[in-house]
């Protein structure tokens, strides 16, 4: 996969001889520098490529909510894991809600890896079929996390 950024500080110093650009990391204005670091923070500088059209809230928004639901199924899951290893529950209720702690927590964890594997093909998809993808992760991680409350209140306690 090609590079986002460039990596040649004449280009660079061509640029900025030319034009105010802000520092990404302090904001200092770096115009005419002599070499490729921030005078105000000590940054290193490069040139990469960005673009208006990139939007990362819907993904973010999709990943944070997968893995708030695998770390709630994942944490209930070892927590009953626990109980049953050291004799406090047992029985087929108990058994029951570890697996599906466990099941839904697999579930969660390979969503979460293939859309950040897949995230260049979800960052070019448009607006509105990112919001429905990115709902779509909430509801089932809220789902997921529902269901092993459920679970909970009926097998176990
Ligand atoms: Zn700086």
Redesign the pocket.
């Known amino acids: 996969m090609p590079a986002h950024q460039v990596d040649d500080p004449e280009l660079l110093l061509a640029l900025l001889a030319q034009h105010s650009l802000a520092?990404p990391?302090?904001g200092?204005d770096v115009r005419s520098l002599k070499r490729p670091v921030?005078p105000?923070?000590g940054?290193r500088l490069h040139l990469s490529l960005g673009s208006p059209d990139l939007r990362i809230h819907h993904l973010i928004a999709g990943l944070v909510g997968l893995a708030l639901g695998l770390g709630f199924t994942a944490n209930v899951g070892l927590m009953l894991v626990v109980q049953i290893i050291r004799g406090v529950g047992s029985g087929s209720g108990m058994t029951g809600a570890a697996i599906y702690a466990a099941a839904t927590s697999a579930i969660l964890l390979t969503l979460l890896i293939a859309t950040a594997r897949a995230r260049h093909r979800f960052l070019s998809w448009r607006g509105n079929r990112q919001r429905l993808a990115s709902l779509g992760l909430i509801l089932l991680s809220i789902a997921c996390a529902f269901g092993m409350i459920m679970f909970l209140v009926i097998s176990v306690f």
């Open positions: 520092c990391v302090c200092y921030c105000e923070c940054s």
